[in-house]
């Protein structure tokens, strides 16, 4: 068969059956072949970013892997943010892009770029193939590596003529890469010493991390901090590793993470550290986290291993086959004074992460509203990056794995879109809210297309306070209120709404929200809802830039 053929079964051997992709010249006859394989699902979009973004949540909600597909040149360098939000956050994505014909490769085609080059970085392995008769086995290759151990993006690159040469639909059966070894061995004897460690703290503590969700492995966390009586905290992409209700759960930690499991992150005598990547964000300033104490990490990338922290007892493996060995170790105890102590810092501080008790519309009144009015649905929550995500994070009670879909260590503004697309498709049952900054909708908001032709029920809360919020609220902290660039004046979103077809609404009290958000979630398509908060409002508590989680600040007067 032609090397587009053989493309499209070797997705549908993986059991693939969605892409996100934009069509363009040099794959142009791979297009040519879908109409033939209509076990996959093509879904068009508007901007290959988004087609990158669509299939990362795709894989968050579903544990599947994403794909997306795009020409090459531009189609390709449109791809690079997606992949590299893929790469930092572990998602398991499939990356395709076409190029020009072998005999042009290297002389400047028409839409020539080194893709494979320019990929290298953001990728967990890159393939240039120019032989139809390397395909499958480099599908089988690519989705495996992208699948196992610590999950992340994978690129495949395919100049034109590849995809009408003829070649024979080679399968391997097995995968044996000799550069590339997943370690399934449990370390008794590393384990064992975690356990001992463990065992003998008084003060002990689990972060959660994103790979606790991964590795579908919440139910052996809350037996692990269950049996030990160990107190948990998560990182931002672990929130939902624990049911926000269980009593041992202690909310997430970081720079916008609770004052409480902030200052019990500084005073444990033990760190349980689970599938994290102990990073800036969530611990702040290494150097001073917390001197006394000792660091159980365990991670299945080694290289994670005293990359920012230096660990007492480093172990290698996935949570799954780990956790319970560690639960079988570890001892029944009881740490009642300490998870008092941490009580007590909660109730002392609980107004630290409240909800305004104002007449002005806040952004933690609206994501609370939208959190309780779908207490009776499969709620699915996908978010931008800034302000509003750090208050989502903080009210909207995420208490499932796969329920919150955010951009954790790249950060990227324009997620919340096309991301929300991706989410949908991979769980159409599923009510999808995705909320949005005024700023970041505006950057990929070109997906509403996208969304009216897939029929999709989508329902986008925006939070527009005319301003790019986390800036502004930088700049009035830490830079003497010289507000630069970061006022910004607003289309009117409900012709916006209008122009694509869908609903718009727009709330501009408080006693519109929960009205607003009960029509909408009524209404079966998508809707726009257009919420006019308060412009000025500050994300507390807060880690400055630089300090350590034991200087987490309440409130401006603080700094």
Same mark, same amino acid.
Request: aromatic share 6%; glycine share 8%.
């Given at each position: ?13 993986a ?8 069509p ?44 997306a ?32 014909a ?33 395909l ?15 999950p ?12 009408? &040469? ?22 008794? &004897? ?8 463990i ?46 209700d ?6 997430w930690?970081?720079?916008h ?37 000792k ?15 230096k ?14 060995s560690?639960?079988n ?11 008092q ?23 933690q009144y ?18 931008g ?8 994070a ?10 919150l ?29 995705s ?40 700049? &009035? ?32 009290k ?18 726009l ?16 830039a630089g ?13």
């Open positions: 068969m032609i090397g587009a053929d053989i493309v499209l079964e070797s997705l549908k051997k059991n693939i059956d969605t892409i996100f992709g934009y363009g010249g040099v794959v142009l006859p791979l297009y040519d072949r879908f109409p033939f394989h209509k076990e996959i699902r093509h879904i068009l979009v508007r901007h290959e970013q988004a087609a990158g973004h669509a299939a990362d949540a795709y894989a968050r909600v579903s544990g599947k892997i994403g794909v597909l795009a020409t090459s040149g531009p189609g390709a360098t449109n791809l690079v943010t997606s992949v590299q939000n893929a790469m930092m956050d572990s998602v398991p994505t499939l990356f395709i892009t076409g190029n020009v072998r005999n042009l490769i290297g002389k400047d085609g028409f839409q020539e770029a080194d893709a494979t080059g320019i990929f290298m970085p953001t990728v967990k392995h890159n393939y240039l193939v120019t032989n139809a008769n390397d499958a086995p480099t599908f089988a290759e690519a989705i495996y590596i992208a699948t196992t151990g610590r992340g993006p994978v690129h495949i690159d395919i100049p034109k003529d590849v995809f009408l &040469e003829d070649a024979e639909f080679n399968w391997p059966k097995t995968i044996n890469l000799r550069g590339y070894k997943i370690n399934d061995e449990v370390d008794s &004897e590393q384990l064992a010493e975690a356990a001992e460690l065992n003998a703290s008084e003060k002990p503590i689990i972060f959660a991390g994103h790979g606790v969700i991964i590795s579908n492995t919440s139910n052996l966390l809350k037996k692990l901090c269950e049996k030990g009586d160990i107190p948990v905290i998560t990182t931002l992409l672990g929130i939902g590793s624990m049911p926000t269980h009593p041992l759960h202690y909310g930690m970081g720079m993470g609770s004052y409480h499991a902030n200052i019990a992150a500084s005073n444990a005598d033990t760190i349980i550290a689970l599938g994290m990547r102990m990073d800036d964000r969530a611990l702040g300033r290494f150097a001073d986290l917390n001197h006394n104490a660091i159980v990490h365990i991670d299945v990338d080694p290289a994670e291993h005293d990359k920012n922290l660990a007492t007892v480093p172990v290698v493996g996935n949570l799954s086959t780990t956790l319970p560690l639960i170790n570890i001892e029944e105890t009881n740490h009642a004074d300490w998870i102590w941490i009580e007590k810092i909660k109730s002392e501080h609980a107004d630290s992460m409240s909800i305004p008790n104002t007449d002005k519309l806040s952004v609206v994501v609370n509203s939208i959190a309780k009015e779908n207490k009776k649905n499969e709620l699915v929550v996908v978010t990056v800034g302000q509003h995500q750090m208050w989502a903080q009210h909207m009670n995420i208490s499932k794995p796969r329920q879909i955010t951009s954790g260590g790249l950060g990227t503004m324009g997620f919340e879109v096309p991301a929300a697309l991706g989410a949908q498709v991979a769980n159409p049952n599923a009510k999808v809210w909320i949005c900054g005024d700023g970041g909708f505006q950057m990929t908001f070109q997906e509403l297309a996208t969304i009216v032709d897939e029929k999709l029920p989508i329902k986008f809360a925006i939070i527009n306070n005319g301003y790019l919020g986390m800036v502004r609220q930088w700049q &009035e902290l830490f830079y003497k209120e010289n507000l630069v660039d970061v006022n910004m004046s607003q289309p009117n979103f409900m012709k916006i709404a209008e122009a694509y077809g869908i609903t718009g609404i727009e709330v501009t408080k006693e519109q929200v929960s009205k607003a958000i009960i029509q909408a979630n009524k209404i079966e398509g998508p809707v809802i257009d919420f006019k908060v308060e412009s000025e409002g500050n994300v507390w508590p807060m880690v400055p300090a350590s989680l034991s200087e987490t600040v309440e409130s401006a007067k603080e700094l």
